[in-house]
């Protein structure tokens, strides 16, 4: 048999792992085979997932763990030897390699990614290890000193968590700048995608390396320390202490505070007990908080200790006219956006429930001299979303947003864990006792059922823990307002729901990052959004998934606006506030029967409070996440016949392509890729008994489907049973009530000569011989499925 005919398995194992090894490359410590460094993107359609196909790699080489030298693409002889070289440089850019190289079993074509060469080699002229690290020395310029640290090993010991792709390129890319003596760097990776770890692995390298051996991990939340210490960062051991009680004791290497425990009035800030050279490494966690910020209590601490070399990690860099993360840390050595991570499959999808009120949409102007419940004449004016519950309160409207939210959990379940966004804290008092009266029977269960988690509330506050962890039930409901909008590490989170008025792209960023984290083995592989505020709107904001654009590099006289407020509404500043470094909008939350007055004295109410108008639903949508990371709005039915016709424009092109597959299966996986999930729509249809066959003519060409039962009795009143004899009749007649039960795909693969009904045939090996050898029985089934579908 000639190279031609050989399978690229067969090139692979006959030419170009021998020249891959002959070089001197490790097979079992240095090379992967078939490395798959994506998850698969989750496809979601109504409540159905499915897993899309993994990137994967046909050779990946490691000059150590953890540091990728070169990646290389295969294909068979009937392709040029430089046919998969452009699949490997698209992989090689992903996983942050250099050097790439293209095979047909004939010879490899390398590209070097660092100077552009491209040249062809022989088979026996592969680089060993060493020759290729060499070069890479050269080509990036690397010296001694700078090489040691980035040969650091990662941390690691038995059945401990590896890196991720993305995660390998932002320590290794953080580090060897740290090595190269960048003094500010800034990495930008989604919510859910492990900062944490990630900074860990950074920190752990560049200490043990020797190179910082002094380092301070900054964060805003107390809940962010106890998480990272107790986690991520439990490696460290003694040689780590949390900051407490503003006492800094010298004798520690890794040390985390709150930059509130830092701060104070000034010349008796905390970090002044700390000579300005103390730290060589800060490690500044959910940066875009306040460091990014001239005038900011963070600034203060950086500036103090402004020789060290400071890391910024976050989701949401930012970039307005008061603050730029660029400005400070400069351009992100790395960027992981939300959009790559569902992508890549490891971020969970989302659908977005779109909910108009009546009174958003048309607005409420009331009647001329209108009093309000407490007796406050209203002011004559037109009120619209933007000012419900921050300056007039319907009680109506609170009443139908608790109904809708109580409706999704009722039809879903009930025991999902969800956020309620509010515009204040009163906002979010009023929305418990809403969601109290709608779900009475859970709540007199388990008062922990709804519970407010607000900065002012310590009771609430206490159970954000139990919130947080995916074996504790209680709470089910957090209500809250500012308090949960970032780094709350909520896994279990399925509904979030905005009944806030956003206007800072950060702080959306944020809040839809509460639900995107997968947890897969507790059934998180999705999560919805319920909107009532038009916030979704955001998505198609270019900014949403994109790169801010710097705009100011401001001087010190320069006028500062705040854009992130509206109508006066503060902003969650990440200035010292007391309730845990978040800034709450109290908005008038007080206790007793007298409302609270505006701060000016006059005798008018910051909300008026309204009980007798009534609000409506006028509209409600559901969107998914396309594959382009759009959201879509069409029927699910609608999608899916779209979907289907771009791939079969015409029934007689898709009956080819059915007949002519070796396996059926392979056809509906690749329209699953498309985001095509059959079973979905089989649920919406109610049409459980048909296949897939019949669903996609019936849907995407209007044929009259047959059941699979129907099928099935067709091919045995045409007699086909009869042209087998014996033992392979059973096995035929078995297979074809295995498909009347189950569908093709039960039947395509060899192991369902394992299950109980074929056992009593005979072995796999008895029945498969009795077909006259494998081939003749695969070739059995496939004449079997196409006799299913002849009519």
């Given at each position: 048999?000639?190279?031609?005919?050989?399978?690229?398995?067969?090139?692979?194992?006959?030419?170009?792992?021998?020249?891959?090894?002959?070089?001197?490359?490790?097979?079992?410590?240095?090379?992967?085979?078939?490395?798959?460094?994506?998850?698969?993107?989750?496809?979601?359609?109504?409540?159905?997932?499915?897993?899309?196909?993994?990137?994967?790699?046909?050779?990946?080489?490691?000059?150590?763990?953890?540091?990728?030298?070169?990646?290389?693409?295969?294909?068979?002889?009937?392709?040029?030897?430089?046919?998969?070289?452009?699949?490997?440089?698209?992989?090689?850019?992903?996983?942050?390699?250099?050097?790439?190289?293209?095979?047909?079993?004939?010879?490899?074509?390398?590209?070097?990614?660092?100077?552009?060469?491209?040249?062809?080699?022989?088979?026996?002229?592969?680089?060993?290890?060493?020759?290729?690290?060499?070069?890479?020395?050269?080509?990036?310029?690397?010296?001694?000193?700078?090489?040691?640290?980035?040969?650091?090993?990662?941390?690691?010991?038995?059945?401990?968590?590896?890196?991720?792709?993305?995660?390998?390129?932002?320590?290794?890319r953080t580090v060897d700048a740290v090595a190269k003596g960048r003094e500010r760097i800034l990495v930008v990776s989604a919510t859910g995608t492990g900062k944490t770890y990630m900074t860990f692995q950074i920190i752990y390298r560049l200490w043990k390396s020797g190179l910082k051996k002094k380092i301070l991990f900054l964060a805003d939340r107390n809940v962010l320390i106890d998480q990272t210490i107790s986690g991520d960062f439990k490696p460290f051991g003694g040689k780590m202490t949390k900051v407490q009680n503003r006492n800094l004791d010298s004798s520690y290497e890794i040390y985390l505070a709150l930059y509130q425990q830092l701060a104070g009035d000034d010349g008796e800030e905390a970090f002044l007990q700390f000579k300005p050279n103390f730290f060589d490494l800060i490690v500044i966690d959910e940066c875009h908080r306040g460091s990014a910020k001239e005038e900011s209590a963070w600034r203060k601490i950086l500036d103090y200790f402004s020789s060290a070399t400071h890391v910024g990690c976050t989701a949401t860099p930012v970039e307005t006219k008061e603050a730029s993360s660029s400005t400070y840390f400069g351009e992100p050595i790395y960027e992981y956006s939300l959009k790559q991570g569902i992508d890549d499959g490891f971020l969970a999808p989302y659908k977005v429930i779109r909910i108009g009120l009546d009174r958003d949409l048309e607005g409420y102007r009331p009647e001329a001299g209108k009093v309000d419940m407490n007796g406050y004449e209203i002011e004559d004016r037109e009120y619209n979303a933007k000012d419900f519950d921050r300056k007039l309160v319907i009680d109506d409207r609170t009443r139908v947003v608790a109904s809708k939210i109580t409706e999704f959990l009722k039809k879903t379940d009930r025991f999902s864990k969800t956020i309620v966004f509010c515009v204040d804290i009163e906002h979010a008092e009023r929305m418990r006792q809403a969601l109290i009266n709608e779900n009475k029977d859970l709540y007199a269960q388990n008062d922990r059922y709804i519970m407010r988690i607000t900065g002012d509330n310590d009771i609430g506050k206490a159970q954000l823990e139990n919130f947080i962890d995916e074996e504790s039930t209680y709470p089910v409901i957090a209500i809250t307002s500012k308090l949960m909008t970032t780094g709350v590490d909520a896994k279990m989170c399925k509904l979030i729901v905005l009944e806030n008025n956003i206007n800072s792209m950060t702080e959306f960023k944020q809040i839809i990052g509460r639900g995107t984290r997968l947890l897969e083995d507790y059934?998180?592989?999705?999560?919805?959004?319920?909107?009532?505020?038009?916030?979704?709107?955001?998505?198609?904001?270019?900014?949403?998934?994109?790169?801010?654009?710097?705009?100011?590099?401001?001087?010190?006289?320069?006028?500062?606006?705040?854009?992130?407020?509206?109508?006066?509404?503060?902003?969650?500043?990440?200035?010292d506030t007391g309730n845990d470094g978040v800034k709450e909008d109290n908005a008038g939350y007080g206790t007793g029967d007298t409302p609270p007055f505006n701060d000016d004295g006059e005798d008018k109410p910051r909300k008026y409070y309204v009980?007798?108008?009534?609000?409506?639903?006028?509209?409600?949508?559901?969107?998914?996440?396309?594959?382009?990371?759009?959201?879509?709005?069409?029927?699910?039915?609608?999608?899916?016949?779209?979907?289907?016709?771009?791939?079969?424009?015409?029934?007689?092109?898709?009956?080819?392509?059915?007949?002519?597959?070796?396996?059926?299966?392979?056809?509906?996986?690749?329209?699953?890729?498309?985001?095509?999930?059959?079973?979905?729509?089989?649920?919406?249809?109610?049409?459980?008994?048909?296949?897939?066959?019949?669903?996609?003519?019936?849907?995407?060409?209007?044929?009259?489907?047959?059941?699979?039962?129907?099928?099935?009795?067709?091919?045995?009143?045409?007699?086909?049973?009869?042209?087998?004899?014996?033992?392979?009749?059973?096995?035929?007649?078995?297979?074809?009530?295995k498909y009347a039960n189950d569908g093709i795909k039960e039947i395509e693969e060899t192991k369902v000569l394992q299950l109980e009904e074929f056992a009593k045939i005979g072995s796999p090996m008895k029945i498969v011989k009795a077909f006259g050898g494998k081939e003749a029985y695969q070739k059995a089934v496939q004449e079997l499925e196409n006799e299913i579908y002849y009519a």
């Open positions: 048999m000639g190279k031609r005919q050989l399978s690229e398995e067969d090139i692979k194992a006959r030419y170009i792992t021998p020249a891959i090894t002959n070089a001197g490359w490790d097979i079992k410590k240095q090379v992967r085979l078939e490395y798959a460094f994506t998850a698969g993107r989750i496809i979601l359609r109504g409540n159905i997932t499915a897993r899309g196909k993994q990137k994967r790699a046909d050779y990946v080489l490691f000059y150590k763990n953890n540091f990728p030298l070169a990646i290389v693409e295969a294909k068979d002889n009937n392709h040029s030897v430089g046919a998969g070289l452009q699949q490997a440089i698209d992989y090689a850019k992903a996983l942050d390699i250099d050097y790439v190289y293209a095979s047909n079993g004939d010879g490899f074509v390398e590209q070097n990614l660092i100077t552009g060469e491209v040249k062809q080699l022989d088979l026996a002229a592969f680089p060993s290890p060493e020759e290729l690290y060499k070069r890479y020395r050269i080509d990036k310029g690397i010296s001694m000193a700078e090489e040691k640290v980035m040969l650091e090993p990662y941390y690691y010991i038995p059945n401990y968590k590896t890196p991720r792709y993305y995660q390998r390129v932002a320590i290794n059934g998180k592989t999705y999560f919805s959004i319920m909107d009532f505020r038009n916030a979704s709107r955001l998505f198609a904001d270019p900014g949403f998934d994109g790169e801010p654009e710097v705009v100011i590099d401001l001087g010190s006289d320069d006028p500062v606006d705040d854009p992130g407020t509206e109508d006066g509404a503060e902003e969650d500043t990440g200035q009980g007798d108008v009534v609000v409506k639903v006028l509209s409600e949508r559901i969107q998914y996440v396309d594959k382009d990371g759009k959201l879509i709005t069409e029927s699910l039915i609608d999608y899916t016949r779209k979907n289907i016709l771009q791939q079969y424009a015409r029934l007689d092109q898709f009956l080819r392509t059915w007949t002519a597959a070796e396996k059926k299966q392979a056809i509906i996986d690749e329209l699953q890729d498309d985001g095509v999930l059959l079973e979905a729509v089989r649920q919406e249809l109610g049409k459980t008994e048909l296949d897939d066959f019949d669903l996609i003519c019936h849907i995407a060409y209007d044929k009259k489907p047959l059941t699979k039962q129907e099928r099935a009795a067709n091919v045995k009143k045409r007699h086909y049973l009869y042209k087998y004899s014996d033992v392979a009749e059973q096995v035929i007649a078995a297979l074809l009530d």
